[in-house]
């Protein structure tokens, strides 16, 4: 999520002092995987494509009405996440610098009611617009199924039915459970750090009282 952070920071601030987004560049923050998919990928999608031209591009596309309310029921809430919360969690900390500050507030800053959807089409097609090779480009759709995928893939249709997942539901339940997860850590980590602090008080206090009594039976 730092490599991300940092080519936020070269996109959206045209900072002089950041890596080029080259392939070089990306190779260091995907290693040995193979795709990728999801923010903060999606936010470099133009530079990803002029990084691998050899790569298939699969552009998901949805009704942009049900996108919009999806977001603001799922996603958007983290554009608020409480800054203290991040202090505690070094991982989530950069997926908030990577993801919200670098991503979403640059794309649609404070202003997502009013420029979310505009957004989500220029970006639909922004990401068509690059990939220069038309075979390497499939256009699909949740209803699609696995057909036109596999056989762009040039894979086999799996003998299963096609999975449904993440509806907001289970999205807000997974969030809420992680979250609640984080605040336990918090609250263990303070009990860790304040039972330290303790010990450390009383060996303090142990030591000046040792040393005093020693100086005191000194004098005697």
Known sequence: MRGWFIAGRSKFEHDGRSPILD???????????????DAPCTYFAPELIAAYPEAKV???YRDVEPWYQSIQSTV???????????????????QYQGFV?????????PGFERFGRTVYRDHFFTVKGAVSDPANLLIWKLGDGWEP??????KDVPDVSFPRGNSTEEYNHRMAT?????IE?????????????????IAIVGGFAAAFRKYWRGRK
Not at 76 to 94: C, D, E, G, M, R
Not at 101 to 109: I, L
């Open 149 to 154: 995928l596999c056989k762009f893939l040039e």
């Open 178 to 182: 992680e979250y609640d997860a984080l």
């Open 23 to 37: 392939r070089e560049f990306f190779d260091k923050i995907l290693g040995s995987h193979s795709g990728v998919t």
């Open 101 to 109: 500050t670098k991503g979403c507030r640059y794309n649609m800053g």
């Open 58 to 60: 699969i552009l998901n």
């Open 76 to 94: 958007a809430p983290l554009f608020y996440l409480p800054t203290l919360v991040l202090v505690f969690s070094k991982t989530l900390y950069w």
């Open 185 to 201: 850590a918090q609250r263990k980590r303070r009990i860790l750090i304040r039972t330290a602090l303790l010990i450390a008080q």
